[in-house]
Structures are given as structure tokens and as C-alpha cells.
């Protein structure tokens, strides 16, 4: 597992909350992924920091969120969302996307 993260430069969010479940399409794949509030709130820290290690992670969860989320929780959000390449090892070049 990477060391430290940023979002994908090529990502374009949209979010919507609809009776408590997180929407977030993803512009230039054409992707909807409904979430949880942990996997909302891991992406979110990115959308305003360049590269965040997972302790840093751990900590912006805890002050700015409130939640208490282990490294192994977070872990797997992060392996999830590098899955999709929302996310990236902060060391990799974005993968470019092609236009739907």
C-alpha cells in the first residue's frame, strides 16, 4: 500500500445526499457510486488537500469529522477508491480518461 495519496487530477465530483445515502458521479468516467459515510468522508479530505499520508488521513477524520476510524477501516476505503482511480499513491501519474 501506497504511503500517501491525492485525488486524481482528471476527477470531476458531483455530490448529492439523498435520504442519507451518498451519491457522487464522477464526470469524465460517467460513474455513479453510492456510498457510505466513512468512504464519503476518506474522498472529501482529499477533494481539498494535495497528498495526505494515512496518518495525516487518520487525523482529519477525527478533528475536522468527528469519526474515529481505524487505519485497517481506512485501509480498505483507500484500496477501494485507488481501485476506481479516484484516488492515486501520491508518487503515480494520473491515468488519463477518456471522454464519454
Known sequence: MAEAWV???SVVMHWR?????????????GATHM?????AAVLTCFESRATLSMHEL???????LALE???????T??????????LLP???PAPMHAAA
Open 7 to 9: 485525488l486524481n487530477p
Open 17 to 29: 445526499l439523498i435520504d442519507g445515502e451518498w451519491l457522487v458521479y464522477e464526470a469524465l468516467s
Open 35 to 39: 456510498i457510505d459515510h466513512l468512504s
Open 58 to 64: 487518520l487525523a482529519l477524520l477525527a478533528t475536522d
Open 69 to 75: 476510524v481505524t487505519a485497517a477501516q481506512a485501509g
Open 77 to 86: 476505503v483507500l484500496q477501494q477508491w485507488c481501485a476506481l482511480d479516484m
Open 90 to 92: 501520491a508518487t503515480r
